[in-house]
């Protein structure tokens, strides 16, 4: 008579457990991927620098100290779970506590950086111009220069075989990430194709292949 009270009991406790086990996934599952804040309170944008070569253990310790995800761990786990953790881009990132998890986490693999705005007035020199980077910390001016004169270089992202650009760089306005290299700027800007010098015609915009 005591067997089926027994295997009853069992039952029971392997009910219990499931049940149990179930309930911890749901609330760590909320716990992951709920915001450090309410959105309806319109928490503060702010500007996260993430430097080259951190991990995703310091990513994780820096956003929760700007109160940006409610807890690192959290953050953490989140991103082992989805196999984000490295896949993360480094540069400046505008965020805010509002935000779930999972938006931070696209927001940091996809490489959506703030992008700085330059206004390159027209008659400037390529020594001006790369002042200019260089004084609102967007180019290292030196390297800039080098490479605004290495004819290979400028055969490969132009395609026009020229010793120098200068004369060739298209003023106008131009939106850069703080953390891309010189070479990277350059495949954004747009130069003046030798034959529409004497015109004013005519723009070309340099691609690294």
């Not at 716990?31 to 310091?58: C, E, H, K, M, V």
Request: proline share 6%.
């Amino acid at each position: 008579m005591a067997r089926p009270v027994t295997r009853r009991w069992w039952l029971w406790i392997i009910a219990g457990t499931l049940g149990a086990l179930m309930l911890a996934g749901v609330l760590v599952l909320q716990w992951i991927t709920s915001p450090a804040a309410d959105p309806l309170t319109n928490p503060p944008l702010q500007t996260i620098d993430i430097p080259d070569g951190s991990t995703f253990r310091y990513t994780s310790a820096l956003l929760a100290n700007k109160q940006i995800v409610s807890t690192r761990w959290g953050f953490l786990l989140l991103g082992r779970l989805t196999q984000a953790d490295r896949r993360i881009i480094p540069g400046e990132y505008a965020l805010h506590g509002g935000m779930k998890p999972r938006e931070i986490l696209a927001k940091l693999v996809s490489g959506q950086v703030v992008l700085h705005a330059v206004t390159i007035p027209e008659g400037y020199t390529v020594a001006q111009i790369a002042a200019l980077l260089d004084e609102k910390s967007l180019t290292n001016a030196k390297e800039f220069l080098a490479l605004a004169q290495d004819r290979e270089f400028i055969l490969k992202v132009f395609h026009l075989d020229l010793s120098n650009l200068e004369g060739y760089l298209f003023p106008d306005t131009y939106h850069f990430s703080r953390h891309a290299k010189a070479k990277e700027r350059f495949t954004c800007w747009a130069v003046i194709e030798p034959t529409s010098i004497s015109s004013g015609l005519g723009a070309s915009v340099g691609r690294i292949p």
